[in-house]
């Protein structure tokens, strides 16, 4: 079947905003997910948007969607050495379930 | 404190032994899961529970076995059937019903086969 599509990698500057892309697979999802997970963790939502939405904005976070394109992407203002960890993208998969992208390291270059 | 707990954090296992991953939750959440995390392929849902006394298999169920005779726990016995155990172990809980799906996590149990 279709997979939720991330980059594996992005790299930036410190103090950059960082930008990590998300393709998910239903159209009919009704809420789309990021989470955060630090080295040796567990994920930790970090945000979420409706379908029903364009944008989120969360302090330093900014959520779009483009439900044409099935595109969802995260932004980081302000990238600092804090917010080195992997992020994955989640859409509904089942009844409760959610099916997570591959997940994009986030690395920040001092 | 509300939470997810999971135990333990490092586990060795040596080739042919099974062995039983601890899941727990205090957050009254119907629903339970369990991923597998290698580096490069994200998560891959192993079983989950929507429900007391019922489970599903996922995407990767073999070699993998559950129970779920408490709303609150939900361990994983990895066995000798699983070819590459060796792997990040996560286990979830969410609330069931409804549109809005948050999976809280646990810190995860880092398995290695010696």
New interface residues.
């Given amino acids: 079947g279709e997979d939720v599509e991330q980059s594996?990698f992005l790299s930036v500057r410190e103090g950059d905003s960082s930008v990590i892309n998300c393709t998910y697979t239903d159209s009919s999802s009704?809420?789309l997910?990021w989470?955060k997970q630090e080295p040796?963790?567990?994920?930790?939502?970090l945000t979420?948007i409706f379908s029903n939405m364009d944008m989120k904005q969360d302090q330093r976070l900014t959520v779009l969607l483009n439900k044409k394109d099935k595109h969802l992407s995260l932004r980081i203002a302000d990238t600092q050495t804090g917010d080195s960890a992997i992020y994955?993208c989640a859409e509904?998969y089942f009844?409760?379930?959610?099916?997570?992208?591959?997940?994009t390291h986030l690395i920040i270059q001092p | 404190d509300g939470g997810i707990t999971q135990s333990p954090k490092y586990l060795f296992r040596k080739e042919g032994q099974n062995v039983t991953l601890s899941c727990e939750q205090n957050l009254n959440h119907d629903a339970m899961y369990w991923y597998r995390q290698d580096p490069g392929q994200g998560l891959r849902l192993i079983y989950y529970s929507q429900i007391v006394n019922d489970f599903q298999k996922g995407d990767i169920a073999e070699g993998y076995s559950v129970s779920r005779e408490k709303k609150e726990s939900f361990p994983l016995t990895v066995t000798s059937a699983q070819k590459n155990p060796t792997a990040f172990y996560l286990c979830a809980s969410s609330i069931n019903g409804g549109p809005y799906n948050e999976q809280f996590f646990g810190p995860g149990t880092r398995l290695t086969v010696l």
């Fill in positions: 594996l009704t809420y997910y989470y040796g963790a567990g994920l930790q939502l979420y994955f509904p009844a409760d379930g959610l099916t997570f992208g591959k997940g």
